[in-house]
């Protein structure tokens, strides 16, 4: 949802037009129905764009009776693409409807873009009033200090990755199995491709493993920033006994009544304010945490590495060489451990000055 915000802030400077605050659909990947008021403060993003992007609330009169044009944006490249292709379907039609991807293009855009969509992305989001207060509640009840963990092994997320896994419980292979919907996984050699070029999330047992073999006690306290629908996490929580999650720190209560997004913010809150942040896949929201702490001045930040877990395996690696090989795979991210800020983000240098 905040990616696709920032796209489409991206474009709407691209080609000088207003942008109406976003009606997400996420409803058909994530069987979420929030929208943009629910998850931030509407008022302060209007207040912060203006000089960048003009943001309304909802259409004119005149135009919200129209059905709008939607216009897919994925394959617009550099900015002249989308004035050829896009500019005119809006100047002949005055609204349409984007499916952005700027983000894979966002270093061919001009300055003036980048800066609203930097500004868009880490000055003008802020969370609604009770979902920071329910993540400052969530926050105070962690045991300091602390790492979040950002585990990616819920069903939807191994049925898109179409990879095959075993020794799974049978109840696990199930919910991927209803969840694949269609997609074929890949299988034997082109499976072991596919895995060793990085496109499999993690079990909660290989990422117990790789976390002690980069030296992270047992006894960490640990924020399990994961969906409700985690496959396989006693794996985890039975070597990393100090794992918390917002459902086991917040009263049932108060958590029925959050939509997937909220919740998904509230782990969001806790990953940017954490001691250390640890992402086992690099999606968007990894992306996104990695910018706001490196930005914000916590730069404790690690990306395990799949690749090099998949290669290590392939070659017959285990116990104590395979833990070795993942400590010298992982060691200039530990040293370094600077996080990987998105490479549009200007807002450390006076953005202001170029809109």
């Known amino acids: 949802m905040r990616r696709d915000l920032c796209d489409g802030v991206d474009v709407a400077r691209l080609l000088n037009a207003t942008l109406v605050l976003p009606n997400f659909d996420a409803a058909s990947y994530w069987n979420d129905t929030s929208g943009f008021a629910d998850i931030f403060d509407v008022d302060y993003f209007i207040q912060q764009m203006k000089g960048f992007v003009p943001v309304v609330k909802e259409l004119p009169q005149e135009l919200a009776s129209k059905k709008p044009v939607r216009v897919d944006c994925r394959k617009q490249k550099g900015h002249f693409d989308y004035i050829e292709s896009v500019l005119p379907s809006l100047v002949k039609h005055q609204y349409i409807i984007i499916t952005p991807a700027a983000s894979q293009k966002i270093d061919r855009h001009p300055f003036y873009a980048k800066a609203a969509r930097c500004h868009a992305c880490f000055r003008a989001l802020r969370l609604v009033r009770h979902l920071e207060l329910k993540g400052a509640e969530l926050l105070q009840r962690i045991p300091q200090p602390f790492l979040s963990l950002h585990l990616r092994f819920e069903p939807d997320m191994i049925a898109y990755s179409r990879c095959e896994y075993t ?74 006994r100090n794992s918390y999650t917002k459902s086991s720190l917040l009263d049932k209560a108060s958590l029925m009544g959050l939509p997937g997004n909220s919740r998904a913010a509230l782990d969001y809150y806790i990953s940017i304010n954490s001691e250390a942040y640890i992402g086992t896949y690099f999606g968007n929201m990894d992306k996104m945490v990695a910018a706001m702490r490196a930005l914000s001045g916590r730069p404790n930040t690690i990306f395990l590495n799949r690749r090099a877990f998949a290669e290590a395996v392939s070659q017959g690696l285990n116990g104590v060489r395979l833990a070795d090989y993942l400590w010298e795979a992982h060691r200039d991210a530990l040293v370094d451990g600077r996080g990987s800020a998105l490479p549009d983000c200007f807002c450390m240098s006076n953005i202001t000055d170029s809109h």
């Open 167 to 240: 020794g799974l419980a049978r109840s696990s292979l199930d919910a991927i199995n209803a969840a694949r919907n269609g997609r074929i996984s890949f299988s034997g050699e082109a499976g072991l491709a596919w895995r060793k070029r990085g496109k499999c999330p993690l079990t909660p047992r290989e990422t117990a493993f790789i976390l002690q073999a980069l030296g992270i006690p047992t006894n960490t306290t640990i924020y399990l920033a994961a969906g409700d629908s985690l496959l396989e996490w006693k794996d985890f929580t039975s070597v990393y």
